[in-house]
């Protein structure tokens, strides 16, 4: 019987409240030794990719920087340049949004990253949620959801067009001829659209990969389209099965409907690790960091991300707020994912779990974060873990854990073993460019149909 | 070894930077044997130029970038030529990648303030400080080419020729272009103090992880863009990257003058290094720079050999095969005649030199080899390095954030003075 290859990627700890910061073995989140060492860790274990998200502005609650979690983070850009340096083999996959940049940068940055990693770059495009966003750039003004997928596209468009603008034998570069470039239309570009109007001539040679990897992380049915239509990969946040199962089962869906083969596009959800040498060690010592992880306080900010309002009077102790959700006035907490597409549903469903439990707020809000996270021995996560990929739940997970950096190790050293033994995760890099190593088609050449003749991401 | 020649007045050791652009800075370059022009689009191809960079112990690189193809002129469109290199990887993040392979050299990336956006270009340069432990620069560029302005196509920009600069047309770009650039430069600067020093803290017993009251937004409102900050990246280990620009006469000196540390400046002889220093501590006055004076590098283009002759016959072959035309001179001689011209010129008041290679690794193996070891026996150029910071190696302070409370003052003190229009002298010299 042939099973399904795991796609492995670890996404650094950072700026959301799973990020423990107290623990004592928590390190830098900005210093480069964090960085390095975390590459290091997640190459030795031969995962695919490793993800870093965005986000330009600092957060805010009710207009005041956010301070009780990790804030601040370096460019994305830049360290994945330097990681790609000390790395030979992994991704370096960069959450870059699409409505902030310009594609002329984008192009030029991933293809100077492809070129510089030897193939190993990745784009996941977002196209970032909030207004205030827009403070911090030229653009200025805040694009609305349906204008913002509108350039993401666009965008994307453009980038590709950017990157096939030079043929991979366009730089001849022979001395006895003198002939160093093949032709002197090279890097010609034309692309009008209701976002841009740009021409002119790209500047940087073809890269390895031809076009980097593309990722989105988007839920809405314009994000699901938009990554039916274009993307290699997807990141998400549904983990609990029969959510993951449901999303997985309609953006594959819409990947069909888009007219491509369902097998390109990996969905990789995010998700958290615990680990414990019993199962009911390991339950322990998840309480024990869900209960850092979702302090009262937290528990009140979490509530207030849905409910988008003040609920600092509510005792975290006491029952859900009585009030309802206004997710019409504005942001009460910016610079942050919206955790819900529809506020009113999920508030009901939260009320639900509150009196069927008998919950209290946080206990509620303890339980609703609780589904992030895989928590076992090191058998039992590597079992949770391919019986979501077997059964078509994911394709793989982006994971990661509550200490910076050092908490991908036990991941590494505990799980992936046990993976590699039962065959359904490598045991080495091929030495492969990131698109073969996740077993994906060449890119089809902008405006071409994109093919289907993929290698088969089984093993026997 | 041999004794310090003592002919020399001990002075403050020479500051030496090299410049690298694709195989080297003349056009004819890619053609000649130990160049690897198949390779200039490679990692490889920039961890050997920077090694060997470090290994003659120079104080910074410079990456050369644009938001569009070389041109022959740096005002004009690129030619449609496939005899000359084309193309270049994005200068920020090959320095981005350089730097853990490195330890101690500078790292100076072009990057433009016309098109980019600042909030991009404070974070991706407060990283590259991070990740080289202090060894970060900025070399600002505008962009003044109407074809890279439609690359973004957001705004247009006049196509003005060479000739066309001392226009009022031409003035007026300059003067926009400029002006903008400085904005750029403080909003940037504004940016790397938005975050105090010492603002992350980490406080378990009052669950803060920073103290908001040490981070600030800059709130700046330019023609071009706006920006109100704070960084998304905690404030660099220099406080601010070193930040150099390229100066041909009084508008970009002005730019220097008002938010620069370092100026690369392209003197043709001595009495020209003088008119260039005076040029630029007037530009310092005229701006009421209250920062530390502008450190001086002059540019010069260099093709080195065992002999002069040798020298001179290595241009010629190269300018046979296509013509170099330099804004900065360009010296062919050996490695003890370039120094005999390093130390005459620095009696004008320079603090050093930027040197550009005419070709790749070539003359870079020549100053690293032929070069600085002259200059360290005439007690010129330092035997190792002292500092890893790159502002201390240009004896610059590290700023203290200009949000940082000050003991009487409740206003914001502005590190650099306002960017109120500054009249130009009445000699203006040619830009860009
Ligand atoms: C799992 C997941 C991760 C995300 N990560 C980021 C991120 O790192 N930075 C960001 O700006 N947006 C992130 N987003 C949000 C995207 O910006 C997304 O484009 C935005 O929510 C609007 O699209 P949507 O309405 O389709 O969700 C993420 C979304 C999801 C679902």
Redesign the pocket.
């Given at each position: 019987m042939t099973r399904k290859q795991i796609v492995l990627g670890a996404y650094f700890p950072g700026v959301n409240h799973d990020t423990v910061w107290s623990d004592p073995a928590s390190g830098s989140h900005i210093a480069w030794e964090s960085f390095e060492q975390w590459a290091r860790t997640a190459e030795r274990g031969g995962l695919d990719l490793l993800f870093?998200?965005?986000?330009?502005r600092l957060r805010t609650r009710g207009g005041e920087i956010f301070d009780q979690d990790v804030v601040g983070r370096p460019d994305t850009f830049t360290v994945l340049a330097a990681l790609a340096a000390v790395t030979e083999h992994i991704g370096l996959a960069g959450?870059i949004?699409s409505t902030y940049n310009e594609p002329y940068e984008l192009a030029r940055k991933f293809a100077t990253l492809d070129i510089l990693s030897g193939g190993r770059a990745a784009w996941?495009?977002?196209?970032?949620?909030d207004a205030p966003?827009g403070e911090n750039f030229r653009r200025g003004a805040y694009l609305g959801?349906h204008q913002?997928?509108e350039r993401?596209g666009e965008t994307l468009a453009a980038v590709r067009a950017l990157w096939d603008s030079w043929g991979s034998g366009a730089v001849v570069a022979d001395q006895a001829s003198g002939e160093f470039l093949s032709d002197a239309r090279v890097g010609d570009f034309a692309l009008s659209g209701n976002q841009f109007d740009i021409a002119g001539r790209f500047s940087t040679p073809r890269s390895p990969q031809g076009h980097p990897v593309i990722l989105?992380?988007?839920?809405?049915?314009?994000?699901?389209d938009?990554a039916a239509a274009n993307a290699d990969a997807i990141?998400?946040?549904y983990q609990r099965f029969d959510e993951a199962r449901a999303f997985y089962d309609d953006v594959k869906a819409r990947v069909r409907r888009a007219g491509r083969d369902p097998h390109e596009v990996r969905i990789l959800?995010?998700a958290g690790v615990v680990l414990g040498d019993t199962d009911a060690e390991a339950r322990e010592r998840h309480e024990h960091i869900h209960d850092l992880q979702v302090d009262p306080w937290t528990s009140i900010v979490l509530a207030e991300m849905v409910w988008n309002r003040d609920l600092s009077s509510y005792d975290p102790d006491g029952p859900l707020p009585d009030v309802d959700p206004t997710p019409e006035a504005p942001r009460w907490i910016e610079g942050r994912?919206?955790l819900t597409?529809d506020p009113h549903a999920t508030a009901a469903a939260w009320r639900e779990i509150a009196a069927a439990n008998g919950f209290s707020l946080r206990e509620t809000v303890k339980h609703v974060f609780d589904r992030a996270v895989f928590v076992g021995t090191p058998e039992h996560v590597a079992d949770e873990i391919d019986r979501y990929v077997q059964s078509d739940a994911s394709d793989g997970f982006i994971l990661g854990s509550h200490v910076t950096p050092s908490g991908l190790d036990e991941i590494v050293e505990r799980v992936v073993p046990i993976l590699q033994e039962r065959g359904v995760f490598r045991t080495g890099y091929d030495g492969g460019t990131l698109r073969e190593n996740l077993g994906l088609a060449p890119p089809a050449r902008f405006g071409e149909r994109r093919n289907s003749g993929r290698r088969a991401a089984v093993a026997s | 070894m041999s004794a310090p020649d003592t002919s020399v007045p001990p002075a403050s050791p020479l500051h030496l930077a090299v410049a690298f652009d694709g195989t080297g800075w003349h056009p004819a370059a890619w053609r000649e044997p130990g160049t690897r022009p198949g390779e200039l689009f490679t990692a490889r191809h920039w961890v050997q130029l920077a090694r060997t960079a470090e290994r003659g112990l120079l104080d910074l690189i410079t990456i050369e970038d644009g938001l569009g193809l070389q041109s022959g002129d740096h005002l004009a469109e690129p030619e449609r030529r496939t005899d000359r290199v084309q193309g270049r990887l994005d200068a920020s993040l090959v320095a981005a990648f350089l730097a853990p392979l490195t330890s101690r050299i500078g790292l100076v990336p072009t990057v433009t303030t016309t098109h980019t956006e600042p909030f991009h270009v404070a974070s991706a340069l407060a990283t590259l400080d991070h990740d080289s432990h202090g060894r970060a620069g900025w070399r600002v560029q505008t962009s003044v080419r109407a074809d890279e302005a439609a690359h973004f196509g957001r705004r247009q920009i006049p196509a003005v020729g060479r000739s066309e600069l001392d226009t009022p047309r031409g003035r007026a770009l300059v003067a926009e272009l400029f002006g903008e650039a400085a904005e750029v430069v403080d909003t940037v600067r504004r940016l790397w103090d938005s975050w105090e020093d010492g603002a992350e803290i980490r406080d378990a017993l009052t669950g803060r992880f920073v103290d908001r009251d040490r981070l600030h937004t800059v709130d700046v409102e330019a023609a071009h863009f706006a920006v109100r900050g704070p960084s998304i990246v905690p404030r660099p280990p220099q406080g601010q990257p070193l930040v150099a620009s390229l100066s041909h006469g009084y508008e970009p000196s002005l730019l220097a003058a008002r938010v620069g540390d370092v100026v690369f400046t392209t003197p043709h002889d001595a009495d020209d290094a003088a008119r260039v220093v005076d040029q630029v501590r007037t530009a310092e006055r005229a701006a009421g720079r209250t920062a530390p004076p502008l450190r001086i590098l002059a540019d010069l283009v260099v093709v080195l050999a065992g002999t002069e002759a040798g020298a001179r016959d290595r241009l010629a072959r190269l300018d046979a095969r296509d013509p170099l035309s330099s804004d900065a001179l360009v010296v062919a001689t050996t490695p003890a005649g370039l120094a005999d011209r390093l130390l005459d010129w620095r009696a004008a008041g320079l603090d050093g030199y930027r040197l550009r290679p005419a070709v790749l690794p070539t003359d870079l193996d020549a100053i690293v080899d032929g070069l600085v070891p002259e200059l360290q026996r005439r007690g010129a150029f330092r035997t190792g390095y002292a500092e890893t910071g790159l502002r201390e190696r240009f004896g610059l302070p590290r700023p203290t954030s200009r949000y940082a409370p000050r003991s009487g003052s409740a206003t914001v003190p502005a590190l650099l003075p306002g960017l109120a229009p500054v009249p130009a002298p009445t000699t203006t010299g040619s830009p860009a």
């Open positions: 870093l998200a965005e986000g330009l959450t949004n996941n495009v977002v196209t970032s949620s966003t959801h913002r997928y993401a989105q992380a988007g839920e809405s049915p314009a994000g699901r938009f990141f998400s946040r959800p995010s994912a919206p597409q | -």
